[in-house]
């Protein structure tokens, strides 16, 4: 494996892009779930999907696109989505989840019609679903990395808005923060790291490595700071196992991945469990 | 020049959709003062608590904040607010006590800045002045509902507010915490010069700490000290308690046609 690893730079850029994704994708993660934001990740990624499928079946009629990486696209409407997904929650005040369903079928009904469209799925398709170890190219490399220091470089300038925001937003509102504006670019970032991320994880599986690693986190988190800790350890623990079982196993590593993080997230829970009984347990001997 | 007062309001209403929550409010509020709103439900407490904080904005009238216009007023961390503990937050939320009244001073630090190097000793003074040092470490979570509302006062003092706006804070605190709480609110008023605007229902439990009183409903049926209050003749608080009871009554009849 680790010469396998020196010799290929597919293996190389799939294991960097997918060390780079375990750190931006549960760090922002915390923030979507504490949020109850969850869902609309899993709307944005099936809108980024429409935008890969689109540039897909362009690359196929127009000589422009078949030069430009189809994740240019992906992001684009990725963007778009969160930006809409914005407009009709505030269009929609009293029933905001109504944004998700509405995007989500939106970007799957494109997506069906780009794949159709393209004659149907192609292995690079596949790729981009279910993510893949040899599809990651240096170029996408370089844009996961791009994608990752404005998610850095975001939390840090806006880490004590964003955590007042999630905690009690009408507070944050009373204090005069300007969440409209904090908020937008999160959702714009969000939809950065979707982006990001599906290479590696693939598309239908992006949202869970940026909830998994915070479920299984927040289960044994004091504070918040201690959750994005355990989250970042959890994502990364996931991709680098799910990778090597998806190299060694020759399977998409969206699912090893995913996977992963499932085994976690279950080790964690029957581990709390049975700290729980324990400590229940001593006292109880001391009390009686 | 110091502003001759905290809060004022004048001839503010506030209307939602088509129904009228706020008439003609007109209420001034100087430094030092511990105000209890009183109204039944429904009588926009909290309608008229938003509209102070910029929640929300008033159909017609105009408020000011420490002489500034509400628009212009920039220095929102002189306003401390806690809401009622019921909605303020998921019991599920991973945060510490210390990362909780820390977020206080948001405001107060500024945007793309880094909280303050001394905030530790900043949280601890808060926590200290509402006696809960001890969990400044524990998560917020497991604290009882008394202790977390402790805790979100001290986010609001943190920031050192010049003025606490407290919207039914003793709602699901068990009974027999809530005379110190209101003990507690009594020595800031005291000891800190903290204006105070406390909408209660526990009229009997604080009534001795105020200072003034203004019964709401709709519009302000009464505003001044607290013994001009208890000398109100019982029809006069009918008056003001009662006509809620008529309207809504009136309000539900056309509902059902």
Same mark, same amino acid.
Request: proline share 2%; aromatic share 10%.
């Given at each position: 494996?680790?010469?396998?690893?020196? #010799?290929?730079?597919?293996? %190389?850029?799939?294991?960097?892009?997918?060390?780079?994704?375990?750190?931006?994708?549960?760090?922002?993660?915390?923030?979507?779930? =504490?949020?109850?934001?969850?869902?609309?990740?899993?709307?944005?990624?099936?809108?980024?999907?429409?935008?890969?499928?689109?540039?897909?079946?362009?690359? %196929?009629?127009? &000589?422009?696109?078949?030069?430009?990486?189809?994740?240019?696209?992906? +992001?684009?409407?990725?963007?778009?989505?969160?930006?809409?997904? $914005?407009?009709?929650?505030?269009?929609?005040?009293?029933?905001?989840?109504?944004?998700?369903?509405?995007?989500?079928?939106?970007?799957?009904?494109?997506?069906?019609?780009?794949?159709?469209?393209? #004659?149907?799925?192609?292995?690079?398709?596949?790729?981009?679903?279910?993510?893949? =170890?040899?599809?990651?190219?240096?170029?996408?490399?370089?844009?996961?990395?791009?994608?990752?220091?404005?998610?850095? /470089?975001?939390?840090?300038?806006?880490?004590? $808005?964003?955590?007042?925001?999630?905690?009690?937003?009408?507070?944050?509102?009373?204090?005069?923060?300007?969440?409209?504006?904090?908020?937008?670019?999160?959702? /714009?970032?969000?939809?950065?790291? /979707?982006?990001?991320?599906?290479? +590696?994880?693939? /598309?239908?599986? =992006?949202?869970?490595?940026?909830?998994?690693?915070?479920?299984?986190?927040?289960?044994?988190?004091?504070?918040?700071? %201690?959750?994005?800790?355990?989250?970042?350890?959890?994502?990364?623990? &996931?991709?680098?196992?799910?990778?090597?079982? &998806?190299?060694?196993? #020759?399977?998409?590593?969206?699912?090893? +991945?995913? =996977?992963?993080?499932?085994?976690?997230?279950?080790?964690?829970?029957?581990?709390?469990?049975?700290?729980?009984?324990?400590?229940?347990?001593?006292?109880?001997?001391?009390?009686? | 020049?110091?502003?001759?007062?905290?809060?004022?309001? !004048?001839?503010?209403?506030?209307?939602?959709?088509?129904?009228?929550?706020?008439?003609?409010?007109?209420?001034?509020?100087?430094?030092?003062?511990?105000?209890? @709103?009183?109204?039944?439900?429904?009588?926009?407490?909290?309608?008229?608590?938003?509209?102070?904080?910029? *929640? *929300?904005?008033?159909?017609?009238?105009?408020?000011?904040?420490?002489?500034?216009?509400?628009?212009?007023?920039?220095?929102?961390?002189?306003?401390?607010?806690?809401?009622?503990?019921?909605?303020?937050?998921?019991?599920?939320?991973?945060?510490?006590?210390?990362?909780?009244?820390?977020?206080?001073?948001?405001?107060?630090?500024?945007?793309?800045? !880094?909280?303050?190097?001394?905030?530790?000793?900043?949280?601890?003074?808060?926590?200290?002045?509402?006696?809960?040092?001890?969990?400044?470490?524990?998560?917020?979570?497991?604290?009882?509902?008394?202790?977390?509302?402790?805790?979100?006062?001290?986010?609001?003092? @943190?920031?050192?507010?010049?003025?606490?706006?407290?919207?039914?804070?003793?709602?699901?605190?068990?009974?027999?915490? @809530?005379?110190?709480?209101?003990?507690? *609110?009594?020595?800031?008023?005291?000891?800190?010069?903290?204006?105070?605007?406390?909408?209660?229902?526990?009229?009997?439990?604080?009534?001795?700490?105020?200072?003034?009183?203004?019964?709401?409903?709709?519009?302000?049926?009464?505003?001044?000290?607290?013994?001009?209050? !208890?000398?109100?003749?019982?029809?006069?608080?009918?008056?003001?308690?009662?006509?809620? @009871?008529?309207?809504?009554?009136?309000?539900?009849?056309?509902?059902?046609?």
């Amino acid at each position: 494996m680790i010469e396998a690893l020196l #010799n290929y730079e597919f293996l %190389q850029n799939a294991f960097a892009s997918g060390i780079i994704i375990g750190l931006i994708a549960p760090l922002l993660g915390v923030f979507i779930v =504490v949020r109850r934001l969850s869902l609309i990740a899993d709307a944005l990624s099936h809108v980024t999907l429409a935008g890969i499928a689109g540039s897909l079946y362009l690359s %196929q009629t127009t &000589a422009v696109f078949a030069l430009l990486n189809p994740l240019y696209l992906g +992001i684009v409407a990725a963007v778009t989505g969160s930006v809409l997904i $914005e407009r009709l929650r505030r269009l929609y005040k009293h029933y905001e989840e109504l944004a998700i369903p509405i995007i989500m079928s939106a970007g799957i009904g494109f997506s069906a019609i780009f794949i159709s469209l393209a #004659n149907g799925f192609s292995s690079d398709l596949f790729g981009y679903l279910f993510g893949s =170890v040899s599809a990651v190219s240096r170029q996408d490399l370089w844009i996961v990395l791009a994608i990752a220091c404005i998610v850095v /470089i975001f939390l840090v300038l806006f880490y004590k $808005e964003l955590f007042l925001m999630s905690f009690d937003e009408e507070y944050a509102k009373a204090s005069g923060l300007p969440s409209k504006w904090v908020h937008l670019l999160f959702m /714009i970032v969000t939809a950065l790291v /979707i982006a990001a991320s599906m290479r +590696i994880v693939g /598309i239908l599986l =992006v949202s869970s490595l940026m909830t998994l690693p915070v479920a299984a986190s927040m289960r044994l988190a004091k504070g918040f700071k %201690q959750a994005i800790f355990y989250a970042v350890i959890f994502g990364e623990a &996931a991709v680098i196992i799910g990778l090597v079982c &998806a190299f060694y196993l #020759n399977i998409a590593p969206g699912g090893t +991945i995913v =996977v992963t993080s499932i085994i976690i997230l279950l080790l964690v829970l029957l581990g709390k469990k049975i700290w729980l009984a324990v400590v229940t347990k001593t006292e109880r001997g001391r009390l009686a | 020049m110091k502003a001759p007062y905290d809060i004022e309001l !004048n001839d503010v209403s506030f209307q939602y959709d088509q129904n009228i929550v706020l008439k003609n409010i007109s209420l001034q509020v100087k430094q030092g003062d511990f105000l209890a @709103v009183l109204g039944p439900n429904g009588s926009g407490k909290s309608t008229l608590l938003k509209i102070i904080l910029g *929640l *929300l904005k008033p159909t017609s009238g105009t408020i000011k904040l420490f002489g500034e216009k509400s628009r212009d007023f920039k220095k929102r961390e002189w306003l401390g607010y806690v809401s009622q503990k019921s909605n303020a937050f998921n019991t599920g939320f991973p945060a510490t006590v210390y990362e909780v009244v820390q977020s206080g001073l948001v405001k107060k630090t500024g945007l793309f800045k !880094n909280y303050p190097k001394d905030s530790l000793e900043r949280v601890e003074k808060a926590l200290n002045s509402v006696g809960m040092i001890d969990f400044i470490n524990q998560s917020i979570g497991e604290l009882s509902g008394g202790q977390q509302q402790r805790v979100f006062i001290a986010r609001a003092l @943190v920031a050192e507010p010049k003025c606490l706006i407290l919207d039914e804070p003793t709602v699901g605190i068990d009974h027999q915490h @809530v005379q110190s709480f209101y003990n507690m *609110l009594a020595e800031l008023n005291r000891d800190q010069h903290l204006t105070l605007i406390l909408v209660t229902h526990d009229v009997d439990t604080v009534s001795s700490k105020i200072s003034h009183v203004a019964c709401l409903n709709q519009t302000i049926h009464f505003h001044g000290f607290k013994n001009e209050f !208890n000398q109100l003749s019982d029809e006069d608080r009918q008056a003001w308690y009662g006509h809620s @009871v008529r309207k809504i009554h009136h309000m539900k009849s056309e509902g059902t046609q």
